[in-house]
Structure formats: C-alpha cells, structure tokens
C-alpha cells in the first residue's frame, strides 16, 4: 500500500514552504522481464512512467489494448485501470518510476492568479488516461537521473530526484501542449473549466467516504450541475460517477492489505455501503471479484521482492 510519505500534507497555513527533500519516487529502477510475463490489471492514485529499451510488450489502458516496442514512453495518470504483459518470445527491457503526484500539484506555472494551474494539472488535464510518445535525448537523460538519484538515498539525492522529475513534467507539458500559454489565458476560458474540473477532483478524494451528490459540488462553483458533468466528460473523458467509482475502488485496493479488515468494512469505509454493489462494481473495475482479488494481494505482499518494493497494492495475479 502507498505510504503516505509519499503524499505530503499541505504547509502549515501561510507558509507556502515546499520541502525539495520529500520523497515522492515509490520506485525507479531498470528492469528485464522475460516472457510469459502479466502484471494483473490494477488502478493506483500514483503515476506510473514506462520506457522501453528494447523489445516489446502489451499493456492494456481503460479496457484498450497497445502495443508498446524500442524508444517509446508512457506515462499513465492516476486512477486508470491498465495492465502490463508478455505474451511473445522476445526479452522486454525498460526504465520504470512509479512517484506520487501530489508534491508536483503544489508547483505552479503562474503566480498572483485567479486560475493558478499546478504542473500535473496542466499535464494531465484534458485526461486521455496516459501520455505515449517517442522518447528523445532528453527525456531519456532525465529518466536515468532521476533514477540514478533515487537509488542513492539521502536527503539530496530526493532533493535531486524531484528536481529532475519537475524538469521531466515541464518538457513533457511543452512539448504536449505547444499552445501551452492558452491554458493560463483568461480570455479562452481554459483556466476557469480546468479549476471548476480540478474542484470537483478535489472534492471527491476529501468526500469519497460518504455520499457525494454532484449538485452539492456545483453549488460551491456557482454553476449548474449538467454544466459541471458536461466539463469533466469533456476534460476527464469519464463521467464524474464513474469517477467516483474507479476513486472508491483504488481507496478499497489500500485498505485490502490491512487482513483485520473485512470486506464489508472496506466497502462502508469508502462510501459504499452495499457490499453487493461494492463487489459487483469491484468486478466490473478490476475484472476479478473483492475476495479473489484480496487473496492474490495477500499472498504477493508475504513474497514481495524488494524490487517491486512500493508496488504490492497493484501486483495480484501476477507472474514471474
């Protein structure tokens, strides 16, 4: 389960400090995997980046299948069910980080304004779930840094991680978004739909727990809710239900791992209090019933190798 070192609480009012040191990389490390290789379809609140040095491999992103060869890289954003797999006789090699979000929400592209955008917002905000592109000198000179950095573990070295790592998302959002300044452009009414989505977000990861009703968040907006609904499909490619759904089923797969909790308990703990709706909407996220799925994770955390440290939430089903 992701600890929550890796999801800094806010600065003490009125401070604005932001500690460089915080350590946001759950993982980073060069990997070889030989097939037959499946990492299960799983969700998780972090970012999960991919670079492929050599041969190739499926991963399966919103019930999409791609197939992913030599130079490419793919970043994909929090909360979307995928899956990682070998199904040919080559070797895959790649670079894999997995970091948490949340530190790089508090670095703005813009300051003293109504509509400040945050970097991972203005990265990931429309949402198409991942990012895929050739990777350039650049990007690879940064994965490797950041890599390199994280494996030394001191104080500066995180420091340098999350340097490297906030260079890496400002390449990334240049080279996505060539028009970039329209997004902190008043006039093109951007700025204004990306607060309105990025408060709806908010507010569902603070209400998860109990009942959210989608007219309540668009009263403290001052807009109507069908606006509301109309702007996050538009931004987020998903309706905010389904939203809430996929968020309450990642907040489930955390408290699995704790083995005194049961099912029931974990359904009520995040919002739902059927525990037949749970299952039946855990089934239909992650594609394995609650049960099943919470043997599996059980049984991967007793073995997990250091490795895969930080990434056992994600791993059921998977085989070596």
């Known amino acids: 389960m992701a600890n929550s070192q890796y999801f800094p609480k806010k600065s003490p009012v009125g401070t604005g400090e932001v500690f460089l040191g915080t350590q946001t990389i759950l993982s980073a490390s060069r990997q070889v995997r030989k097939s037959p290789y499946s990492f299960a379809k799983h969700i998780h609140r972090t970012i999960e980046i991919y670079l492929i040095d050599s041969g190739c491999c499926e991963m399966d992103i919103n019930n999409k299948t791609f197939l992913f060869q030599e130079k490419d890289f793919i970043l994909i954003y929090p909360n979307t069910v995928h899956s990682f797999h070998l199904k040919r006789t080559d070797v895959c090699a790649f670079r894999h980080i997995h970091f948490g979000p949340s530190f790089y929400s508090r670095w703005y592209l813009d300051q003293g304004h109504p509509y400040a955008l945050d970097l991972i917002s203005a990265l990931t905000i429309p949402c198409d779930y991942y990012l895929h592109m050739a990777a350039d000198k650049k990007i690879s000179f940064l994965v490797d840094a950041i890599i390199e950095e994280t494996n030394e573990e001191s104080l500066l070295s995180s420091a340098m991680s999350n340097l490297h790592m906030a260079e890496l998302l400002l390449y990334l959002i240049q080279l996505i ?122 049984h991967d955390m007793s073995e997990e190798s250091p490795e895969e440290d930080g990434l056992h939430i994600s791993n059921a089903g998977a085989k070596s």
Do not use: C, W
Not at 185 to 214: G, M, N
Not at 224 to 251: G, P
Not at 274 to 293: A, M, T, V
């Open 177 to 298: 978004r060539p028009n970039h300044a329209q997004l902190t452009d008043e006039a093109t009414h951007a700025p204004e739909q990306i607060r309105y989505v990025t408060y709806a977000l908010s507010y569902i990861h603070e209400h998860y727990a109990s009942k959210i009703l989608i007219p309540e968040i668009a009263a403290h907006l001052n807009i109507s809710a069908r606006y509301l609904s109309k702007l996050f499909f538009h931004h987020m490619n998903l309706t905010i239900l389904n939203y809430i759904n996929i968020y309450r089923i990642n907040q489930a797969i955390d408290l699995m791992s704790d083995a005194t909790l049961t099912l029931t308990s974990i359904s009520t703990q995040v919002g739902l209090k059927d525990s037949q709706h749970f299952s039946k909407l855990f089934r239909s996220i992650i594609g394995l019933p609650p049960s099943q799925y919470r043997k599996l994770l059980l």
